[in-house]
């Protein structure tokens, strides 16, 4: 089988081409991050992290990060809260209008963002509400509740009512159902809901580039100074960024394990 | 089975007031503005077509081609590139089609700027990642590919390419086995069997791929910004002109109004088809 071990290669190949161009640029912010130039001129004559060392002592990094960490830690918790009830009518009940309810909550996912954050943008400024982080913070809602509440839906599709009513039968209070026997068989979802919202709300550039007004996030920063005004205070901010997320990611998960051996 | 007194409702009631009030409320209004007479700041009855004349005279049909363009070549390309990638991840990857489908799908979770940022180091010219290398291992000097249409093309694919991938892997997977086999039996070759049998039965998640894929680049902005050099201006870029610079928010809404058309126009006939139950539950 000759021809097998060739096409066996060829497709090893196209995956390894697949993974080398999404890698690829992510690469390149690492390394554009290595240089003290004030121009790219790779391969650069010094490879230093000192680009790192002053981004840490610039307040703007700070700054950055804060406004970010807002924005992010304000949609995690109304998307979680809301998209959790959300679910339960997406997914847990039967009821008239559910099909309707189903398709309006998905019509965002299917909305070019940076429209979506134009029409914001104008509606805000209509009615007179100073876009900052708050308003950014409800632009990244508007796409991220719908996410979410998917996310968590999923869980509740292979959710056994039965439970609930053997719960009832042997004269669990309303209550007692929603912690011992809702809660503890949902809450994978809620956590994946509040994973992908602290995520795609800290990486979200179109809806905030049009909706955070003075407070700069981070992606809406890198995104300005990309065009203008390159440093590699820039490349080494984007990678300082994207690690704080998936610091704060593990140090959630590993919270939740600890949290759980302890109990 | 439909029950009187679900408290479905009640559940979904908090949700759908926050959708009315911050989606279908800022369209609205959206449609309003586009309906005022040219450079007004206020909403009144005094409703006019205006603006949707003059977008079209005034050439924002331009911009209108571009991005549906650039849309279109997207959803074509990033179908082709993730065709056989997701049959050769559902087929043929066995025990590394999880971790490989993982390291495809994190990107995503790292910010749009971050990566285009990267995208445009590596294309760079002279001192970029990709010249400066080739200069350096081979002392071949290569022009600028960096603000072009092309690059900006190529930044689209890239940060697409996932939206593509994972619905047509759940399409691929809906393509049972013994179909192809039986195919083959019956003297079927490998393009007669895509066509009449892979193809057909993956198509749902083919739709969802394309549907998304179009749609999110029919607003796409910051590829053209960052790796197009603004070479040509794309929709959204020419409503955030007239908001921002031009300070007409009648025309500008025009413009958005036009780009929600267009969308509710692709995006509702295929999501009235399609079963919401059955693709979440799988």
């Given at each position: 089988m000759r021809q097998g071990r060739h096409l066996g290669a060829l497709r090893t190949l196209w995956i390894a081409a697949i993974l080398a161009f999404v890698y690829i640029p992510i690469v390149s912010v690492v390394l554009a991050s290595l240089a003290n130039t004030r121009y790219m001129r790779f391969p650069h004559r010094v490879w230093t992290l000192e680009a790192y060392g002053d981004a840490l002592s610039s307040f703007t990094t700070w700054q950055l990060h804060s406004i970010s960490l807002s924005?992010?830690?304000?949609?995690?918790?109304?998307?979680?809260?809301?998209?959790?009830?959300?679910?339960?009518?997406?997914?847990?009940?039967?009821?008239?209008?559910?099909?309707?309810?189903?398709?309006?909550?998905?019509?965002?996912?299917?909305?070019?963002?940076?429209?979506?954050?134009?029409?914001?943008?104008?509606?805000?400024t209509a009615i007179g509400i100073q876009p900052s982080w708050k308003?950014?913070?409800?632009?990244?809602?508007?796409?991220?509740?719908?996410?979410v509440t998917l996310v968590i839906s999923v869980r509740f599709f292979g959710y056994d009512v039965a439970q609930e009513e053997a719960a009832y039968d042997l004269g669990a209070t309303h209550v007692q159902v929603v912690r011992e026997v809702t809660l503890p068989q949902i809450w994978p979802g809620i956590f994946s809901g509040v994973l992908f919202g602290f995520?795609?709300?800290?990486?979200?550039?179109?809806?905030?580039?049009?909706?955070?007004?003075?407070?700069?996030?981070?992606?809406?920063?890198?995104?300005?100074?990309?065009?203008?005004?390159?440093?590699?205070?820039?490349?080494?901010?984007?990678?300082?960024?994207?690690?704080?997320?998936?610091?704060?990611?593990?140090?959630?998960?590993?919270?939740?394990?600890?949290?759980?051996?302890?109990? | 089975m439909t029950r009187a007194g679900s408290p479905g409702p009640w559940f979904a009631a908090p949700v759908a007031i926050f959708m009315l009030l911050c989606f279908a409320g800022p369209i609205l209004i959206v449609t309003w503005?586009?309906?005022?007479?040219?450079?007004?700041?206020?909403?009144?009855?005094?409703?006019?077509l205006e603006n949707y004349v003059a977008a079209?005279?005034?050439?924002?049909?331009?911009?209108?081609?571009?991005?549906?363009?650039?849309?279109?070549?997207?959803?074509?390309?990033?179908?082709?590139?993730?065709?056989?990638?997701?049959?050769?991840?559902?087929?043929?990857?066995?025990?590394?089609?999880?971790?490989?489908?993982?390291l495809i799908a994190l990107p995503i979770f790292i910010s749009e700027s971050v990566r285009l940022f990267g995208m445009s180091v590596f294309m760079m010219p002279r001192g970029g990642i990709l010249a400066g290398s080739l200069n350096a291992a081979f002392g071949i000097e290569i022009g600028s590919i960096l603000n072009t249409?092309?690059?900006?093309?190529?930044?689209?694919?890239?940060?697409?390419?996932?939206?593509?991938?994972?619905?047509?892997?759940?399409?691929?997977?809906?393509i049972p086995a013994d179909r192809i086999e039986a195919a083959r039996d019956l003297g079927a070759n490998r393009w007669q069997v895509m066509r009449e049998v892979e193809l057909p039965l993956a198509a749902p998640g083919l739709m969802i791929g394309a549907l998304l894929t179009f749609v999110l680049c029919l607003g796409a902005n910051a590829e053209a910004a960052i790796l197009g050099g603004r070479a040509v201006t794309v929709i959204t870029a020419a409503i955030e002109q007239r908001f921002n610079y031009a300070q007409d928010w009648p025309m500008g809404a025009a413009l958005t109004v036009g780009v929600i058309a267009i969308t509710a126009a692709i995006v509702l006939p295929v999501l009235s088809r399609l079963d919401l139950n059955r693709l979440t539950k799988r």
């Amino acid at each position: 089988m000759r021809q097998g071990r060739h096409l066996g290669a060829l497709r090893t190949l196209w995956i390894a081409a697949i993974l080398a161009f999404v890698y690829i640029p992510i690469v390149s912010v690492v390394l554009a991050s290595l240089a003290n130039t004030r121009y790219m001129r790779f391969p650069h004559r010094v490879w230093t992290l000192e680009a790192y060392g002053d981004a840490l002592s610039s307040f703007t990094t700070w700054q950055l990060h804060s406004i970010s960490l807002s924005i992010a830690l304000s949609v995690v918790v109304l998307s979680t809260i809301l998209g959790t009830l959300g679910a339960v009518a997406f997914a847990r009940y039967n009821w008239r209008g559910r099909t309707w309810f189903q398709r309006f909550m998905v019509l965002p996912i299917f909305f070019p963002q940076p429209v979506l954050g134009l029409a914001l943008l104008l509606t805000f400024t209509a009615i007179g509400i100073q876009p900052s982080w708050k308003t950014a913070a409800l632009a990244h809602l508007v796409w991220i509740l719908p996410i979410v509440t998917l996310v968590i839906s999923v869980r509740f599709f292979g959710y056994d009512v039965a439970q609930e009513e053997a719960a009832y039968d042997l004269g669990a209070t309303h209550v007692q159902v929603v912690r011992e026997v809702t809660l503890p068989q949902i809450w994978p979802g809620i956590f994946s809901g509040v994973l992908f919202g602290f995520l795609l709300s800290w990486s979200n550039l179109p809806l905030s580039v049009f909706t955070s007004g003075p407070d700069t996030p981070l992606p809406v920063w890198l995104f300005s100074r990309t065009a203008t005004n390159y440093s590699p205070l820039v490349p080494s901010v984007a990678v300082i960024g994207t690690v704080v997320s998936a610091l704060i990611v593990v140090g959630a998960g590993l919270l939740l394990w600890a949290g759980r051996r302890l109990r | 089975m439909t029950r009187a007194g679900s408290p479905g409702p009640w559940f979904a009631a908090p949700v759908a007031i926050f959708m009315l009030l911050c989606f279908a409320g800022p369209i609205l209004i959206v449609t309003w503005f586009s309906l005022m007479p040219g450079r007004t700041f206020e909403l009144t009855t005094a409703f006019t077509l205006e603006n949707y004349v003059a977008a079209i005279s005034d050439g924002y049909a331009r911009p209108m081609m571009w991005s549906l363009l650039g849309a279109a070549i997207t959803t074509i390309v990033t179908a082709l590139l993730a065709w056989p990638s997701a049959i050769i991840l559902h087929r043929y990857a066995g025990r590394w089609a999880s971790l490989v489908s993982a390291l495809i799908a994190l990107p995503i979770f790292i910010s749009e700027s971050v990566r285009l940022f990267g995208m445009s180091v590596f294309m760079m010219p002279r001192g970029g990642i990709l010249a400066g290398s080739l200069n350096a291992a081979f002392g071949i000097e290569i022009g600028s590919i960096l603000n072009t249409w092309n690059a900006a093309l190529v930044g689209m694919i890239y940060i697409h390419l996932p939206f593509m991938l994972f619905p047509l892997l759940l399409g691929v997977s809906l393509i049972p086995a013994d179909r192809i086999e039986a195919a083959r039996d019956l003297g079927a070759n490998r393009w007669q069997v895509m066509r009449e049998v892979e193809l057909p039965l993956a198509a749902p998640g083919l739709m969802i791929g394309a549907l998304l894929t179009f749609v999110l680049c029919l607003g796409a902005n910051a590829e053209a910004a960052i790796l197009g050099g603004r070479a040509v201006t794309v929709i959204t870029a020419a409503i955030e002109q007239r908001f921002n610079y031009a300070q007409d928010w009648p025309m500008g809404a025009a413009l958005t109004v036009g780009v929600i058309a267009i969308t509710a126009a692709i995006v509702l006939p295929v999501l009235s088809r399609l079963d919401l139950n059955r693709l979440t539950k799988r």
